[in-house]
């Protein structure tokens, strides 16, 4: 569970990078406005203790193991389960991630009461080709990546705000706000690739076999989730 309700948040903030690399976005920026905006994520102000970790892994049941054969996941066996995350949880769970491929550090989850989300994190931008490979992605999505960021730009800050749902691993995102290195990101850009943004989300999903998300949905501070995850995990470890 650790793995994939977190994938699914930082999907979000993973392909609002991508989608924006697919822009061009990056060449309509001036190089010395990234490379001289802090490295650091905007602090939402979240803390949690070992005890948050504890309790979360109680919750979820699943069985992690580490490999060192293959940086592609393995996922065995399904079960049923309806689980209640608040933002201490889901950002202990985002913050604990020691997958080899994972691509963002330093993250944060906070929900309000509205059921809106904020999520900030370190992009690491040497991971997210690899990353999406390890998910199943398109080796052109890949090439993209690869061409597009800019070489030094290794690492650099994301912050994402908006809502979210999954009904039966359809997901629908809306964007409010998404900054990258600090710039925030135009609305319409973000608007004309809600469905491209949608689509490579549910993509991440279905490469989890054995996960079903009946329902996902945030309110009252919390993520919750009805359905199906994988019973055990195997990731290449750090």
Known sequence: MKVHLTKFIFSILVLGTIIILVGGYFNLIPKAALFMGTNKPKDLSVRFSDQTINNIKKKSGIISSATSATAVPTYIGSKELEISLDSQELTAWARNRGWESYPVSNAQIKISNNGSIEASATVLGSKLSDWITATGG??????????????KLKDFPVYFKGTASV????VSIYFDKLQISNIPIPMSLLNDNKEAVDNF????????AGLYIKKLYFENGKMNFVGTVPEKEIILIR
């Open 201 to 208: 989300v549910e993509e991440r999903i279905d490469f989890v």
């Open 167 to 170: 009904t039966n691993n359809q």
């Open 138 to 151: 398109k080796a052109s999505i890949v090439d993209m990546v690869k061409s597009k960021i800019p070489v």
